[in-house]
């Protein structure tokens, strides 16, 4: 995909449509597209990686191993969501989860340290991006309260 290709299809999308052009250049600069067939293994949970994603078209399953349960779907991510936020955050370092395609998918790969170096130089790109990052993983922390509840309150009478 050209750059320019690729400013558009960012500039199209929910997160990012905002931006201004200057911004949407600099984040298509550290970006490429990826595809994943039906099935394919994009990252395993505790795997380094250095992206995030945000699915064009297609769908993404997020799992888990959690002990006595085996593997569990947490989240599905679809078109203009992001996923692989954990590159972006240093503290954090290593894949939260496992994401496998669900359907042939279309994405864009964002490279993290590329982009945060490119947050540090322009601080309305940083801004904007850690912004649109905070509520990924706020709606993601609710998401996953709610999952806790249904598994936590079933068969308690609560």
Sequence with gaps: MEPYSLAEVLRSTLL??????????KLAAVASEV????????????EADDKLYLVIEGLVALDMYMPNR??????????????????AVPVVGKKTASARALQPTR????????????????????????RTLANVIASRLT??????????????GE
């Excluded at 595809?35 to 505790?46: I, P, Y």
């Excluded at 085996?70 to 590159?87: M, Q, V, Y």
């Excluded at 964002?110 to 490119?118: E, F, G, K, Q, Y």
């Excluded at 998401?143 to 308690?156: C, E, P, S």
């Design 70 to 87: 085996g593997r569990a779907t947490i989240l599905t991510a679809g078109p203009h969501e992001i996923f692989g936020w954990s590159a």
């Design 107 to 130: 994405a864009i790969a964002i490279d993290a340290s590329a982009l945060c170096a490119a947050c540090e130089e322009d601080h309305d790109l940083g801004y904007y991006f850690y």
């Design 35 to 46: 595809t994943w067939a039906d099935g394919q293994v994009v990252f395993r949970e505790g």
């Design 143 to 156: 998401a996953t309260r709610l999952q806790l509840l249904d598994v936590y309150a079933v068969g308690k």
């Design 16 to 25: 990012f449509g905002g931006l201004e052009p200057r911004l949407i250049e």
